[in-house]
């Protein structure tokens, strides 16, 4: 193992090659890779690259927001089977449709979906800007808020806006127990619970805090408390134990029964450092996205990147 990451490092030198990571990638991947951050972060990240390619190290919708945000670079992916069920839950031709029977609506997809999706879309979001971006919306405004229902009736319990959700929802988010977290939480009433915006309404609702992969590092980080039940995916607690390495974080469990008591990303943990090593050393899977697809969804993600500011 030591070997296999000591021969990415060479090789990434050798190539002029930047890695960029999701905190969902197992924590071999997280540890040879030159950013580590959560959706908004790998796309500001991915827009200054000046190497000559980036390994995304994340799954297929955000690889192509990288090569759509730096057209000239190599992007290039370990897995392209690393899909995205929010992703997947929203064919392009539909909601072309759906937006089409909502002329007067103003289209707001989270940035998990196709560049085709995008490319239908007025402006993009993530976990961590969504409520400040429907909030700069002018009040008369109707909005159709795609795919993602679970963040979407987060933002509209947050805003006071009615919206018209897309049905989509992520299956690593929803596999959470709300009796087994509840149970958790009775064993461990000194622990707070954090959550992800992506979970349901009723997880949420026991949360102390809520917000994206970044947002909740940073919430363990600054927060005096001692223990905290993450309810997010598990690759998250990687980062979250270099940052406080004395604290106790405890995953929030799902239905599964699983031998983790947690929930992971099937798609996110498809890309293994093998395969992060091939797809450097051959140069593929190499995410291409057509020309007149690059063009339009570009234009959304640069407003969020804007509104972001
Ligand atoms: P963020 O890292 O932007 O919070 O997104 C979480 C997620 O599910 C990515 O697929
Ligand atoms: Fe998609 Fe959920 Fe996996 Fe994120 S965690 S990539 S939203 S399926």
Not at 223 to 227: E, M, Q, R
Not at 255 to 261: L, S
């Given at each position: 193992m030591k070997n296999l990451k000591e021969r990415i490092l060479k090789l990434k030198k050798e190539k002029n090659a930047v890695i960029l990571a999701h905190y969902y990638q197992e924590s071999d991947i997280q540890d040879v890779s030159d950013y580590v951050g959560d959706s908004l972060g790998l796309s500001q990240e991915a827009m200054q690259?000046?190497?000559?390619i980036i390994v995304f190290a994340g799954v297929h919708f955000m690889a192509e927001t990288a090569k759509i945000l730096n057209p000239s670079k190599k992007v290039i992916l370990?897995?392209?089977?690393?899909?995205c069920s929010l992703a997947e839950s929203c064919p392009a031709n539909l909601f072309q449709q759906f937006t089409q029977a909502h002329p007067d609506h103003i289209v707001i997809t989270y940035v998990n979906c196709s560049a085709e999706v995008k490319a239908l879309t007025d402006i993009v979001v993530t976990s961590s800007n969504a409520v400040k971006i429907v909030n700069s919306i002018p009040k008369d405004k109707p909005i159709i808020f795609a795919p993602d229902k679970n963040l979407g009736k987060y933002v509209m319990e947050q805003t006071g806006r009615e919206m018209l959700l897309w049905d989509g929802a992520c299956v690593v988010h929803e596999a959470f127990s709300f009796d087994k977290l509840i149970e958790l939480y009775k064993r461990n009433p000194d622990a707070q619970i954090i959550a992800h915006p992506e979970s349901e309404t009723h997880i949420l609702k026991t949360a102390s805090y809520i917000g994206s992969t970044a947002g909740m590092i940073e919430y363990v980080k600054t927060?005096?408390?001692?223990?905290f039940i993450v309810a997010t995916e598990v690759g998250i607690l990687h980062k979250m134990k270099l940052e406080v390495p004395d604290k106790i974080l405890i995953p929030a469990p799902s239905?599964?029964?699983?031998?983790?008591?947690c929930s992971q990303c099937g798609y996110m943990k498809v890309n293994t450092l093998q395969k992060l090593y091939d797809c450097l050393l051959n140069e593929t899977p190499e995410i291409k996205v057509p020309a007149d697809i690059m063009k339009k969804a570009f234009v959304p993600i640069e407003r969020m990147l804007e509104l972001s500011r």
């Open positions: 690259v000046h190497a000559d370990p897995d392209l089977n690393a899909g927060n005096p408390g001692n223990k239905n599964e029964d699983n031998t983790c008591a």
